[in-house]
């Protein structure tokens, strides 16, 4: 099967549900290399994959802040050679951190990571008020960076919601160059989350 990026238009959408519902049903390995702010997502992705904590994220950052703002509080910085390489040696599922262009260092972004890695892009939105315009400026970002967007899944937002239905809708007419158009109910669990996968290569 086709390894996958996984990304996002920010933080909180949903990158690391996904992920783990994607792994856990297809039985898949995946990782969150930089984890900022503590380990809880990447919990999550051990619990679905039955990975150690140093396989899925070397990389950890105390302050729950941006890679590179929270790799400089700590004296470090992000290695993007050494971060591509240490993917592209995988196989399966890599979150990412934030959004498209959350900055890894000081003149690169999450979009020089995934172009580096050059896998077929999963990009999670949500169905939030002012969620179209962020799905639709992320999905210019990739398209400008020759990355393919294999899927775009809408994962139901908590607060100010604007309907699943009506957020596939209106995105519709703009991502006909995009292969799935995914909505996801809120699930009370990753094991629960059902969704049509048949894209998978």
């Known amino acids: 099967m086709t390894s996958y990026f996984v990304t996002s238009t920010g933080t909180g959408i949903g ?4 992920t783990a519902a994607l792994a856990h049903q297809h039985g898949l390995a995946a990782y969150k290399p930089i984890s900022c702010g503590g380990t809880e997502d990447a919990e999550v992705l051990m619990a679905a994959t039955g990975q150690g904590l140093e396989t899925t994220s070397p990389w950890r950052y105390a302050a729950p802040l941006t890679p590179s703002m929270a790799a400089a509080k700590e004296g470090k910085s992000v290695n993007l050679p050494g971060l ?3 993917s592209k040696s995988r196989s399966g599922l890599i979150e990412g951190v934030g959004g498209v262009m959350a900055p890894l260092t000081e003149k690169e972004t999450i979009v020089d990571w995934m172009k580096g890695v050059n896998w077929p892009v999963i990009l999670v ?7 179209l315009s962020h799905t639709l400026t992320a999905l210019e970002v990739l398209k400008a960076n020759k990355l393919r967007t ?6 139901e937002s ?4 604007i309907g ?3 957020t596939r809708d209106a995105l519709a007419s703009f991502t006909k160059h995009v292969p799935q158009l995914i909505t996801l109910p809120r699930a009370t669990s990753w094991k629960q989350a059902e969704m049509d996968t048949e894209w998978m290569e």
């Open 150 to 155: 294999a899927a775009i899944i809408i994962s």
């Open 84 to 86: 591509i390489a240490w």
């Open 158 to 161: 908590v607060e100010n919601n």
């Open 15 to 18: 990158k690391t549900f996904v």
């Open 125 to 131: 939105v949500g169905s939030y008020l002012g969620s």
């Open 164 to 166: 699943l239905r009506e």
